[in-house]
């Protein structure tokens, strides 16, 4: 089974610290990727990497960067966490390819800042 | 406009009935996927079913069936005899074939369902 763990299912940090989430998968899928998820708006992406040291903007990508050194490891980070930033993150991953290949979660990470 | 329409904010079904849960599509490409994902309260998204754009047959996976109407550019999920474990939060996805080396997944709002005893 593919497996993909996020470092942290519950994180409280404050207004103005850098913050981190981390994302593992254990299939050596090419890509990876980041959602956020908010009541009535659904699963935003934010950023995703094709590829090792390889990043793509996705469709909310402000307020945050992204890191991914290793395959198997993908980082978002909050330069400076904002309240409007409170949310539920998604990481994923899936191989390249065609369309028919599903993107598998990690079980998510309600962040609340303070 | 939006690539992926779920209508149906929330649905109720008695345990043992089925339900339909409606999802519709746009996109111009000739080549695409379409999934759909189940989401507990607990949060991890789990991957139900597929169905590509060339594919004849409709997609099975147990209780799950997929009713895909390519001229309606509809894929509905069918979930035959429900269970209580089976509420949720359904969301159905598209990937496009122009985009499909990025692996990019479009989402639609989702539909809330509740199963009573």
């Known amino acids: 089974d593919v497996k993909v763990t996020q470092s942290s299912r519950y994180l409280v940090k404050r207004t103005g610290e850098k913050v981190f989430l981390e994302c593992v998968q254990d299939?050596?899928?090419?890509?990876m990727f980041w959602y956020r998820q908010d009541p009535g708006l659904g699963l935003r992406l934010i950023y995703f990497?094709?590829?090792?040291?390889?990043?793509e903007k996705g469709d909310i990508p402000e307020g945050y960067s992204v890191s991914r050194e290793k395959k198997e490891r993908f980082s978002l980070i909050l330069e400076s966490a904002s309240t409007n930033q409170t949310s539920m993150y998604l990481c994923?991953?899936?191989?390249?390819?065609?369309?028919?290949?599903?993107?598998?979660f990690g079980d998510g990470t309600r962040l609340s800042i303070l | 406009a939006q690539k992926i329409t779920q209508t149906q904010p929330g649905m109720f079904v008695q345990e043992k009935e089925a339900v339909t849960l409606d999802c519709t599509y746009d996109?111009?490409?000739?080549?695409?996927?379409l999934f759909w994902y189940k989401q507990p309260s607990s949060g991890e998204m789990i991957f139900l079913i597929y169905?590509?754009?060339?594919?004849?047959q409709n997609a099975t996976e147990g209780r799950y069936s997929l009713n895909f109407q390519k001229a309606r550019k509809s894929a509905n999920l069918v979930i035959s005899a429900s269970q209580l474990g089976d509420s949720a939060m359904y969301f159905c996805?598209?990937?496009?074939?122009?985009?499909?080396?990025?692996?990019?997944?479009?989402f639609g709002k989702g539909t809330m369902l509740l199963v009573s005893p």
């Open positions: 169905q590509g754009s060339y594919d004849e």
């Open positions: 996109t111009s490409d000739q080549s695409y996927g």
């Open positions: 990497s094709y590829d090792v040291k390889m990043k």
């Open positions: 994923a991953s899936s191989f390249a390819g065609g369309v028919n290949q599903p993107q598998h």
């Open positions: 996805a598209m990937r496009e074939g122009r985009k499909s080396g990025y692996s990019t997944l479009t």
């Open positions: 299939m050596d899928h090419e890509n």
